[in-house]
């Protein structure tokens, strides 16, 4: 288990093995690559006063590495160029695994009666049950045929997970898995919205629907395509916005229907063909116009999809359980960096008179404004309900306007 541990939290940290021996070196405790790969591989076992030095090092608590894994993840389908190294899909698997374990461990603890619902995968074995199976998950969270606000947000509702690995020029669109039976996706927030909720689309496609084994790889990337289109577009709506039979697409009627539905302009094109809309010459001269537009890379800006497919369910717990004193300052920094948990404390502290102008003013505008935002309704509240500081009696005009009587001599 420490084995396991130490691997895991130096992959979610994002280091090599030379890496954290340098970073023990340099704080005055060197360790060999050799030892460390040991005790990775179950070939010695770590003192615990290294586990604290190793803690520090990749950012976690010496009792991580003491704590049996709360779920384990299964992972189904990775869409990744060719170009991302061995290590790099090991390291987005141990970060997503590290998240997921947290958002699971805070679920259970302040929603424990509330209940994941997922469907049984679905037998598929062509791109009709594919549409089938779509049309069976809508049903299953009762979408209709509305075009859905957020995916992301459905997920999370829903209870699976969906993380986001953010670092610069990454080259994957898409991971997904289960935990513990509930759906984990993992996206790349560098791409455009319209792209990362077709990714989410596409790896819910991975998860809920069961492909034989005689399919082949590519036939099963081309089963969760269509999967993902006919999620965010079932076939009844596009066939209600396009017609039953057309002949040529507008450019600009694409570009409303991409920001009305979050589907590319491009990928509403390949839909109309799949569902014999256009026939198969149309949709090659479309392809082609889009290539001379200069638009096969990037769609035009004036169409761009503005949703919402951002995971927010970890910082909300996160900022409630530190609100309700579930967990501490330090454990929801490491739990979700980017929740801000210490602007809360902050405001505890603005509450118990702890800060002083000096202090305030040093602080990021944002907590600045946030801070007095706070006070302003306590003390509102205050006000409302302190009789001591609203039963006096109204100055008179006498009151306002008193002559000294050294005024008067001059």
Not at 246 to 258: C, I
């Amino acid at each position: 288990m420490i084995a396991d541990r130490i691997r895991q939290a130096r992959l979610a940290a994002g280091m090599t093995q030379d890496e954290v021996v340098q970073r023990l070196a340099s704080a005055g405790h060197p360790i060999t690559k050799a030892a460390l790969s040991k005790y990775e591989k179950r070939k010695s076992e770590p003192k615990q006063t290294l586990l604290i030095l190793l803690g520090r090092a990749l950012g976690v608590k010496p009792s991580y590495f003491f704590s049996e894994p709360t779920l384990t993840t299964n992972w189904l389908a990775f869409r990744k160029q060719t170009k991302l190294s061995k290590s790099k899909q090991e390291q987005i698997k141990a970060y997503a695994e590290k998240v997921v374990e947290h958002q699971a461990w805070l679920q259970a603890t302040l929603y424990p009666r509330q209940k994941p619902f997922f469907p049984k995968p679905m037998e598929v074995r062509s791109p009709e049950d594919a549409e089938a199976a779509s049309r069976r998950l809508r049903g299953a969270w009762e979408l209709g045929d509305a075009p859905i606000d957020s995916l992301v947000e459905t997920v999370e509702d829903k209870g699976g997970f969906v993380v986001e690995y953010v670092e610069s020029g990454i080259q994957f669109d898409g991971l997904s898995g289960k935990a513990d039976g509930r759906p984990v996706i993992v996206v790349n927030p560098g791409t455009q919205m319209d792209r990362c909720r077709y990714n989410v689309a596409h790896e819910l496609g991975h998860i809920f629907t069961a492909c034989p084994p005689r399919l082949s790889e590519k036939e099963r990337e081309s089963i969760a395509h269509r999967f993902a289109a006919a999620l965010l577009v079932p076939e009844k709506v596009a066939k209600e916005e396009l017609g039953e039979k057309r002949r040529h697409l507008d450019f600009v009627e694409l570009g409303v229907l991409k920001q009305k539905y979050g589907l590319s302009m491009q990928a509403w094109i390949r839909r109309a063909k799949d569902l014999e809309i256009i026939s198969g010459s149309v949709y090659r001269s479309l392809c082609i116009e889009f290539s001379k537009r200069g638009c096969r890379q990037r769609e035009p800006d004036r169409y761009d999809y503005h949703g919402r497919e951002k995971p927010k369910r970890l910082m909300q717990m996160v900022r409630r359980a530190v609100s309700e004193g579930i967990v501490s300052l330090d454990d929801a920094n490491r739990m979700c960096p980017e929740s801000g948990a210490d602007s809360i404390a902050v405001v505890h502290k603005m509450g118990e008179s702890t800060l002083s102008p000096t202090e305030l003013l040093r602080l990021p505008r944002c907590e600045r404004t946030a801070i007095l935002a706070t006070a302003a309704l306590q003390a509102e509240k205050e006000y409302r309900t302190n009789s001591d500081l609203t039963d006096f009696d109204a100055f008179g005009e006498d009151d306002l306007h008193v002559e000294d009587s050294s005024t008067k001599k001059r």
